[in-house]
């Protein structure tokens, strides 16, 4: 989608989000958007593979005048069957490798030039020739020969193919302005090549630490193009498959690093990991996440005198979200208080199979007549039923659902990742930590402590109130919507 004659002011790059998934990062994109209509963005959105993205989720606002979509991981036919003519450069590509693979603090100018990329050495180059096998099959000998050779060999082209693509995306880039990304990764490593490309200044959102998200999800990652169950179970310092992927992922963050005009973080632990990664810490800043509270806030004379006995879940069904904590922990809950349901409120079409696994370990624990799985719905109409908001994921940055469930009146009990322990028990300031509790935290994958804390503030509606009341002065005082759309607003402004 490209409207005529547009001028974008900002060109944001999402990897795996909006428009096709709901709630995280989609979400902030889409307020972003939304809240500043008086500048023109535009997006990049850079998928794995067509067939796991259905349609647009989201209604598209009017000042998204630019969208278009790019998968890292089809398969490429383009070569099949031929000989690919070997290269003059290729030594180049071998220094651009053990970059890839050992760091070092300057930057190859193969990675700035992105002429390089896709005139002198391109893809069919690094990935079809000769040469190409042969130095494939050195490293192999070199590194790990104990691992399986068709292993190795599918990772090195899955993690440097993207390369390449992301070089011809940016040779297509419409003009802009600012280019913008919310995540290091692949979307970064874009956005560096852009910003490298043009001139222009590249801003840097980290929402979660993006090289220890791919540590946890490496295992459930269906873009490695290789054979991976027992390969991958095993510890990751006898791991090199998993070494390599994390390794780059590591590396291509650094370079957003060191490209990026200003780096952003949501809280201050995640500004504290950017600059323990490689960050400049001159470069960075907190800005937290903000809510629609005064629309939210309208949940509120809608709740009943009595706390409801729902404790829900807003959230993907997906494995980083841990579901299946939050299922045994609703098995101990409802040893004790027959009444209460746990909803999951949120899509359930990214991980068929956990979804699945999920729905089996309800009926296994018999709790067909206590969890439910609601799929997507309009929070207005679930958090005013909702007598505790939950989150039991095992990775997060800083989570909208929490402050959304504060700005309407629901405490919340969660997992202690990201900003989860700053929210529910204050972090900004001396001033934040005096407010109190408006919750519970508990460490990940502990159904026991998780059950405990549910029971603990559905049984005492007295604890419950002072919680509900810290939680409306936290969200009313830190998270405004507003504050969070002047500050880049702001920053735009500068940068530009």
């Given at each position: 989608m490209r409207k005529e004659n547009c001028n974008i002011d900002i060109l944001l790059i999402g990897e795996g989000t909006y428009p096709y998934v709901k709630g995280g990062v989609s979400?902030?994109?889409?307020?972003?958007?939304?809240?500043?209509?008086?500048?023109?963005?535009?997006?990049?959105?850079?998928?794995s593979l067509p067939e796991e993205y259905g349609d647009i989720r989201y209604e598209l606002p009017e000042n998204l005048v630019y969208l278009e979509s790019f998968f890292l991981f089809g398969d490429d036919k383009s070569v099949i069957g031929k000989t690919v003519k070997d290269s003059d450069s290729f030594e180049?590509?071998?220094?651009?490798?053990?970059?890839?693979?050992?760091?070092?603090?300057?930057?190859?100018?193969?990675?700035?030039d992105i002429s390089f990329l896709t005139k002198e050495i391109t893809h069919e180059h690094f990935l079809h020739s000769e040469q190409s096998w042969e130095f494939i099959r050195k490293k192999y000998q070199e590194n790990c020969p104990d691992v399986p050779f068709i292993d190795y060999f599918w990772t090195v082209r899955s993690i440097h193919m993207p390369i390449w693509i992301l070089a011809k995306i940016v040779e297509k880039l419409p003009p802009f302005k600012i280019v913008h990304s919310p995540s290091t990764g692949y979307a970064g490593f874009l956005a560096s090549l852009a910003s490298y490309n043009t001139g222009k200044p590249f801003l840097l959102t980290e929402h979660g630490i993006y090289t220890r998200e791919r540590k946890i999800d490496m295992l459930s990652a269906d873009w490695v193009k290789f054979q991976k169950p027992a390969l991958l179970k095993q510890p990751e310092e006898f791991n090199y498959?998993?070494?390599?992927?994390?390794?780059?992922?590591?590396?291509?963050?650094?370079?957003?690093?060191?490209?990026?005009?200003?780096?952003?973080?949501?809280?201050?632990?995640?500004?504290?990991?950017?600059?323990?990664?490689?960050?400049?810490?001159?470069?960075?800043?907190?800005?937290?996440?903000?809510?629609?509270?005064?629309?939210?806030?309208?949940?509120?004379?809608q709740r009943s005198k009595k706390v409801p006995h729902v404790i829900t879940l807003l959230g993907r069904v997906v494995s980083i979200k841990d579901i299946k904590t939050f299922i045994r922990a609703m098995r101990i809950v409802v040893n004790e208080m027959e009444d209460v349901e746990?909803?999951?409120?949120?899509?359930?079409?990214?991980?068929?199979?956990?979804?699945?696994?999920?729905?089996?370990?309800?009926?296994?624990?018999?709790?067909?007549?206590?969890?439910?799985?609601?799929?997507?719905?309009?929070i207005k109409d679930i958090l005013p039923l909702t007598g505790l908001l939950t989150l039991t994921s095992v990775s997060e940055g800083m989570p909208l659902t929490i402050l959304e469930g504060f700005a309407a009146g629901v405490p919340?009990?969660?997992?202690?990742?990201?900003?989860?322990?700053?929210?529910?028990?204050?972090?900004?300031?001396?001033?934040?930590?005096?407010?109190?509790?408006?919750?519970?935290?508990?460490?990940?994958?502990?159904?026991?402590?998780?059950?405990?804390?549910?029971?603990?503030?559905?049984?005492?509606?007295?604890?419950?109130?002072?919680?509900?009341?810290?939680?409306?002065?936290?969200?009313?005082r830190y998270y405004r919507e507003d504050a969070f759309l002047e500050r880049y607003r702001a920053i735009y402004k500068e940068v530009s």
């Open positions: 979400s902030w994109i889409h307020q972003l958007i939304r809240g500043l209509p008086e500048l023109n963005f535009g997006l990049v959105f850079l998928g180049a590509i071998e220094s651009l490798y053990k970059w890839f693979r050992n760091g070092g603090k300057d930057i190859p100018d193969q990675i700035r498959i998993k070494k390599m992927w994390v390794e780059f992922f590591m590396q291509i963050g650094m370079l957003s690093y060191h490209r990026a005009e200003k780096i952003y973080s949501l809280f201050s632990g995640a500004r504290e990991i950017q600059i323990r990664f490689g960050a400049d810490k001159h470069k960075t800043e907190v800005i937290p996440n903000g809510v629609d509270v005064d629309g939210l806030s309208q949940c509120l004379p746990a909803w999951v409120v949120g899509p359930t079409d990214e991980d068929a199979l956990y979804v699945e696994e999920c729905q089996n370990m309800v009926e296994t624990l018999k709790l067909e007549k206590n969890f439910f799985f609601k799929g997507f719905q309009n919340c009990v969660a997992t202690d990742v990201g900003s989860c322990r700053d929210l529910i028990y204050g972090g900004l300031n001396e001033e934040d930590i005096a407010l109190g509790h408006a919750g519970i935290v508990t460490q990940i994958a502990d159904p026991t402590a998780l059950a405990a804390a549910y029971i603990t503030l559905l049984k005492d509606e007295e604890t419950w109130a002072k919680s509900q009341k810290v939680a409306l002065a936290r969200v009313n």
